[in-house]
């Protein structure tokens, strides 16, 4: 699992159905829950994961996308398999974790030291800890 750092900064209601903005390093990250507890509350600091499975990467990425949660980061280290690719990649000081087909990672040309946007869906990312 991959793990962040980020501070409650906006949640909205409807019903159930939360959406909730995160701060991490200035950048927003959007989660959808239908459970929120109570301790969740704006200003509040939080540990978020996301599953290697459910990060994708782009390489020169251009146009719209309906992925909100988009952070640039660099890859640190490749592990290639016969049929999966395991990437590290560094967003500040956190490191997230991607699986990806070996066939994306050889038509990408991914390197070390590439820059690339790990994207995922609001509905992907949880709450693991408040702090």
Not at 13 to 22: G, P
Not at 43 to 58: M, Q, Y
């Amino acid at each position: 699992m991959s793990s962040l750092i980020a501070k409650v900064a906006k949640i909205q209601r409807y019903n159930l159905l939360h959406i909730v903005e995160f701060d991490c390093y200035s950048k927003i990250l959007y989660m959808i829950s239908l459970d929120l507890t109570e301790s969740i509350t704006i200003g509040r600091e939080v540990k978020l994961t996301i599953k290697p499975s459910h990060i994708v990467i782009a390489k020169e990425f251009q146009g719209d996308i309906s992925f909100p949660n988009r952070l640039e980061c660099t890859i640190l280290s490749i592990e290639r398999g016969e049929l999966l690719s395991n990437i590290k990649l560094r967003f500040f000081d956190y490191i997230l974790e991607t699986i990806i087909m070996f066939k994306s990672y050889k038509e990408m040309k991914l390197k070390v030291g590439d820059r690339v946007v790990a994207m995922f869906k609001a509905t992907e990312l949880s709450i693991e800890e408040v702090i």
